[in-house]
Structure formats: C-alpha cells, structure tokens
C-alpha cells in the first residue's frame, strides 16, 4: 500500500513569503503529525491532527499553523517566513493519535519536504 | 522541564554484533510512552519500536528491543547482529499526555551509529 506522501520534496522561499506543505497519509490512518528537523534545534513536534481537529500543539508561533481535510489528508502552512524557518518538514500518520498503553499502532513518517528560505 | 538524554552522539559497531544506544529521560509523570526512531542519510523517518510507561515487560520488535528501567528513567535501545543497514542517526523520543491541555512531545539529540563491515 501508498506510503505517507510529502509534497513538494523541496522548496525554496525568500524571507516574508508564506509557504504550504501537504501530506497525504496513509489510507485509513487519521491521525497526522508534524514536525521540524533543524541542526541547531534538532527534532521539534509541531502540531498533530485527528478526524480534521487538532489534538495536539507543540512549541511553535501562530504563524506555523495546519489543518487536516475529511480525508485526513493535512496542510501545514507558514507564514511570514523567517531564515530560521529553513528545515525539513516531516509529516508521519497513524491510526490512533494517542497510545500510552501498549498497542500495536505505530507511526509511518513521509521523506519529508526540505524548505529553505533565502 | 522534561528532556532525553543520548549520551553517546557516534557509534560503531561491528557488524553482526550486538549495540546498545542510551537513552535517560525526565519526567515527573506516571503515564508516559517512549519511542526510538531511525533516520537513515536519506531523510525518512522509521519508527522502531514503542514502550509505555506501565508496560512490565521490555519491547520487543525483531531484532530491536527497548531496556526499560522505569526507576532510573532510562529507555535503551538494544540492537541485536548489526546489519550495514543500520547505520543512520536514531532518536529517543516520549510523549506524556495531558488531560486538559496538549501532550508533550520531545525528542533527544540522536546518536549518529555506523556499522563496520
């Protein structure tokens, strides 16, 4: 079956401009998650959407936001682009979003879209 | 503030052997989740293995298993006949969930493991 598809697999932006990333999941998954992978910060979650809410936020400004469509296919968006903002953008689905106890479910991640903002 | 610690940010090992990669976490929580990650020079993310804080017994998946010493807050990855696949970054992660506000989610800095032929 289809992997988790990021597109575009690479972009480039200038400072100011806003940008849009889209990850389709896997079928039947309805829980996608995102985060930032930079050198300096290393791995950040950003945000996590199931069944088109978001259940989920991390440490981030207003001007990173997301939604999730009723296909749980999911948008994340930037704003007002920064030169920090350049990183790769991984987006991972699952069927559950939420598992402390022991199950069975696992997330599958996408090859991720490298944004660089010049 | 919670935080994961890896200790060791290169390994190598040789093939066919048995690595251990470490892992600490802080936590005040009772209910918690660890994972470890692969993400080998292509990019992509693969999820390795999962344990949950009430679990009694270590994770298993094939040859990946998770030492949980739920005392001494540590969550090590034990990789059993090391493959030259197996070298990548791998991160140690956990997830404490929240009742009335969002879950934390952090992950650790990596260790970087190389697999000697």
């Known amino acids: 079956k289809a992997g988790v598809t990021q597109t575009p697999r690479y972009l480039i932006k200038t400072r100011g401009q806003q940008v849009t990333l889209s990850c389709s999941p896997i079928?039947?998954?309805?829980?996608v998650s995102w985060y930032q992978q930079t050198p300096g910060q290393g791995l950040q979650f950003l945000f996590e959407?199931?069944?088109?809410?978001?259940?989920n936020k991390g440490n981030f400004p207003g001007r990173f936001s997301g939604r999730q469509f009723s296909n749980s296919r999911s948008e994340m968006n930037v704003s007002t682009l920064e030169l920090g903002d350049s990183a790769l953008y991984l987006c991972?689905?699952?069927?559950?979003?939420?598992?402390?106890?022991?199950?069975?479910?696992?997330?599958?991640f996408g090859s991720g879209t490298r944004l660089t903002v010049v | 503030a919670q935080k994961i610690t890896q200790t060791q940010p290169g390994m190598f090992v040789q093939e066919k052997e048995a690595v251990t990669l470490d892992c600490t976490y802080d936590t005040s929580d009772q209910s918690y989740g660890l994972f470890w990650y692969k993400q080998p020079s292509s990019g992509e993310m693969i999820f390795l293995i999962y344990q949950g804080s009430y679990d009694e017994q270590n994770a298993t998946e094939g040859r990946y298993s998770l030492n949980f010493q739920k005392a001494r807050k540590s969550a090590n990855l034990v990789i059993s006949a090391s493959q030259l696949g197996d070298s990548a970054m791998y991160f140690c992660?956990?997830?404490?969930?929240?009742?009335?506000?969002?879950?934390?989610?952090?992950f650790g800095p990596g260790t970087s493991l190389s697999v000697i032929p």
């Open positions: 959407y199931f069944s088109e809410t978001q259940r």
């Open positions: 992660a956990m997830r404490e969930p929240r009742k009335t506000s969002y879950d934390k989610v952090i």
């Open positions: 991972a689905s699952s069927l559950v979003y939420r598992f402390v106890d022991r199950g069975p479910y696992g997330y599958t």
């Open positions: 079928s039947g998954h309805r829980s």
